[in-house]
């Protein structure tokens, strides 16, 4: 079997945070159009212009990578059909591997295996993913609402 290296990630440095900063904002404006392509220039280091023409999905798909960027944060895209070592789908749920392991076995979370190695599907990590946070959201308002009707000071 092949080895799949994955590249580091990186943090953004300011410099990159300014410039995506900056990049999202002139990007935004050409979004909002109805084309299903766009043409962009490109500048190599001799500064001659290179025109790209992309679909306007794949540049609403950079604006949000750029706004992940100016908040400071690394971005990684993932196909999603891909399948997720369980170490990758823990760290995308930002649990530990064990409780993933867990989550797999209870059936909380479907898998497969590739020889005795377990896998997940990204589209089912993510459908178990916006579950989790549809649930935590409900119990957060229910929390809330508690609070307010025993007047516990969080009005």
Do not use: C, W
């Not at 440095?13 to 999202?24: D, F, L, S």
């Not at 306007?56 to 990578?65: F, G, K, M």
């Not at 059936?107 to 989790?132: E, P």
């Amino acid at each position: 079997m092949p080895t799949v290296l994955h590249p580091p990630i990186n943090l953004p440095v300011e410099r990159e945070v300014r410039a995506a900063i900056e990049g999202q904002r002139v990007l935004a404006a050409y979004l909002a159009t109805q084309y299903e392509t766009q043409r962009i220039q490109i500048f190599d280091e001799q500064n001659e212009g290179h025109t790209v023409e992309l679909p306007t999905s794949a540049l609403r798909l950079l604006a949000d990578i750029l706004a992940e960027l100016a908040a400071g944060n690394a971005v990684k895209v993932v196909p999603v059909h891909a399948e997720l070592t369980t170490q990758e789908a823990a760290d995308l749920l930002n649990v530990s591997r064990p409780h993933l392991i867990k989550l797999l076995e209870s059936g909380d979370l479907s898998y497969h295996k590739t020889g005795k190695h377990r896998r997940v599907r990204f589209a089912d990590l993510m459908d178990y993913k916006n579950q989790r946070d549809a649930a935590s959201e409900q119990a957060m308002m229910l929390l809330a609402e508690q609070a307010q009707a025993l007047r516990t000071g969080y009005e």
